[in-house]
């Protein structure tokens, strides 16, 4: 993947190219840089900025998730945390009213004064629900002829706790799975900046 250079406080990073620099608004973090890119189904604005090593995430998986339910809305859910020797980031989708979904990325690497935050935004437009939509249909075929069987049953659930049933929580659609069919939808993008951020890609 094609890829650019930038720095902050001496620092060098990367984004993929096709992430547009912007200019900053007020109310922006100091010394950040924020990128944007639109798709025809998703709307996506990434802040890169440096927050102090008290300021970041915990390096530990298990802690980010449990602080993370503690903050949750009831029109949100979990979609994935993972931490990694030299990083740790968490994907939270938020329902928005009167449609679409929000999916936040918080993506955070350490350097040698600082740790360096991605901020994303996902944002479905346009027509939104497509994806569930189609997948769920996918899904609902898979069920036919199951007798005495909600067609909704096993659709949602926590990715790491079976027992949670409040809250919005993820799909199957949702999956991973799924985003090479879907590849301009915003959480394939998220997912695919994370590959970016992590050399995968």
């Known amino acids: 993947m094609e890829k650019n250079e930038y720095s902050i406080r001496n620092s060098v990073f990367f984004m993929p190219s096709y992430f547009q620099k912007v200019d900053s608004v007020p109310g922006d973090p100091e ?3 924020p990128f944007m890119v639109k798709t025809e189904n998703a709307e996506c604005l990434v802040i890169v900025y440096p927050v102090s090593f008290p300021e970041s995430m915990p390096r530990d998986a298990d802690t980010v998730i449990n602080g993370i339910r ?3 809305g009831d029109n949100q859910g979990l979609i994935k945390v993972d931490a990694g020797e030299d990083y740790v980031y968490s994907i939270v989708k938020t329902l928005r009213e009167p449609s ?3 999916y936040t990325l918080t993506y955070q690497r350490p350097y040698d004064d600082f740790v360096l935050n991605f901020q994303g935004y996902f944002d ?3 027509t ?3 994806r569930d939509t189609m997948v769920f249909e996918m899904y609902r075929r898979e069920q036919d002829g ?3 069987e909600d067609p909704f049953q096993g659709w949602t659930c926590d990715p790491y706790d079976e027992k949670i049933d409040k809250g919005a929580l993820m799909n199957i659609s949702e999956q991973e799975r799924f985003d090479e069919l879907f590849p301009g939808f915003p ?3 998220c997912r695919e900046l994370v590959r970016f951020l992590n050399g995968e890609e």
């Open 70 to 72: 503690q903050a949750l």
């Open 128 to 130: 939104t629900g497509m």
């Open 187 to 189: 959480i394939s993008m």
């Open 146 to 148: 199951r007798e005495n």
């Open 31 to 33: 010394d950040s840089i």
């Open 124 to 126: 479905e437009i346009n």
């Open 100 to 102: 679409g979904v929000q």
